[in-house]
């Protein structure tokens, strides 16, 4: 179960892998560049170049890049859409040229359009994006939302419909489970029944094997609440019992965590990742 943070790249993408060895972290996800901007431009290959370097020495695993917020790869009007289309290949272009694992991406919102117009128009950008010979090195990974408003992507159905359709296609994809954003939109995890119905949805839907990665992070919301407001671990409303669970569960003994607590003063990172240490491995709450 590798375990990371997402970090900074102020100061240099390669500065990213300096601050996640001093945490002694094994995985890492960062943003490519601005998450709250449209403008784009490449990354210089020098840049480009130390980061892998610094990245093959810390011996990181995986690397994950989150897509920024702006994307909306189901947009209702065009120009939105193409907008989002563009800047989803860029990024997924720069995550390959850096040698990311993954390229984390939320799926948007249709607006009045609904579901099936969500679809269509995700599987299309997925497509173009397949058929530019883009994701053959990194691979695609959807996270699941918090929902609310017009949002797709808090449904694990919805999002192994996106998984099945882009297979079809040649594009290998797979979820990244937010367990905040899960916890927000009703799955709850804070009883050894719950996560084993959890597990269950996740294999039937998606397939446990295309669970690449977990974000782990403590919800201010309650269970249903649509409120995407990340906690401390255990200082939330799933609890240290709820981790415990998660963090012990055999069937996700492998899958690779990166913490997106809230990161107000520098000791919040070194204390979110003590806490889910000591969980692993403590069968305190675990009653298999
Ligand atoms: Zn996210
Ligand atoms: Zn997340």
Same mark, same amino acid.
């Given at each position: 179960?590798?375990?990371?943070?997402?970090?900074?790249?102020?100061?240099?993408?390669?500065?990213?892998? =300096?601050?996640?060895?001093?945490?002694?972290?094994?995985?890492?996800?960062?943003?490519?560049?601005?998450?709250?901007?449209?403008?784009?431009?490449?990354?210089? =290959?020098?840049?480009?170049?130390?980061?892998?370097?610094?990245?093959?020495?810390?011996?990181?695993?995986?690397?994950?890049?989150?897509?920024?917020?702006?994307?909306?790869?189901?947009?209702?009007?065009?120009?939105?859409?193409?907008?989002?289309?563009?800047?989803?290949? *860029?990024?997924?272009?720069?995550?390959?040229?850096?040698?990311?694992?993954?390229?984390?991406?939320?799926?948007?919102?249709?607006? =009045?359009?609904?579901?099936?117009?969500?679809?269509?128009?995700?599987?299309?950008?997925?497509?173009?994006?397949?058929?530019?010979?883009?994701?053959?090195?990194?691979?695609?990974?959807?996270?699941?939302?918090?929902?609310?408003?017009?949002?797709?992507?808090?449904?694990?159905?919805?999002?192994?419909?996106?998984?099945?359709?882009?297979?079809?296609?040649?594009?290998?994809?797979?979820?990244?489970?937010?367990?905040?954003?899960?916890?927000?939109?009703?799955?709850?995890?804070?009883?050894?029944?719950?996560?084993?119905?959890?597990?269950?949805?996740?294999?039937?839907?998606?397939?446990?094997?295309?669970?690449?990665?977990?974000?782990?992070?403590?919800?201010?919301?309650?269970?249903?609440?649509?409120?995407?407001?990340?906690?401390?671990?255990? *200082?939330?409303?799933?609890?240290?019992?709820?981790?415990?669970?998660?963090?012990?569960?055999?069937?996700?003994?492998?899958?690779?965590?990166?913490?997106?607590?809230?990161?107000?003063?520098?000791?919040?990172?070194?204390?979110?990742?003590?806490?889910?240490?000591?969980?692993?491995? =403590?069968?305190?709450?675990?009653?298999?």
């Amino acid at each position: 179960m590798p375990l990371g943070v997402h970090t900074s790249i102020a100061g240099g993408l390669w500065r990213s892998v =300096e601050r996640a060895v001093g945490l002694g972290c094994d995985a890492m996800q960062i943003f490519g560049r601005n998450p709250r901007a449209w403008a784009w431009s490449p990354v210089p =290959e020098a840049d480009a170049a130390l980061f892998r370097e610094k990245r093959e020495e810390a011996l990181l695993w995986p690397v994950a890049i989150h897509t920024t917020y702006l994307i909306n790869l189901c947009a209702p009007d065009d120009v939105n859409f193409d907008k989002s289309v563009f800047l989803f290949k *860029k990024e997924l272009g720069t995550a390959e040229r850096l040698g990311a694992d993954y390229l984390v991406t939320h799926l948007g919102s249709p607006g =009045e359009m609904g579901g099936d117009f969500a679809l269509k128009r995700i599987l299309a950008a997925l497509k173009e994006t397949a058929a530019e010979g883009l994701g053959k090195k990194t691979r695609v990974l959807l996270e699941n939302t918090a929902g609310g408003g017009a949002r797709i992507g808090s449904s694990l159905p919805d999002i192994g419909r996106i998984i099945e359709g882009a297979s079809a296609f040649g594009l290998k994809t797979g979820l990244c489970y937010d367990t905040c954003h899960g916890f927000a939109a009703g799955y709850d995890i804070r009883t050894p029944g719950d996560i084993e119905s959890l597990i269950k949805a996740v294999n039937k839907e998606i397939g446990l094997k295309n669970l690449r990665l977990i974000h782990l992070n403590d919800s201010k919301g309650l269970l249903n609440s649509h409120l995407d407001r990340h906690e401390h671990i255990g *200082k939330g409303k799933i609890g240290l019992e709820g981790f415990s669970l998660l963090l012990n569960h055999p069937k996700l003994a492998k899958v690779p965590l990166i913490l997106e607590t809230p990161k107000k003063t520098e000791g919040d990172d070194p204390m979110n990742l003590s806490t889910v240490k000591k969980l692993k491995g =403590e069968s305190r709450f675990f009653k298999p």
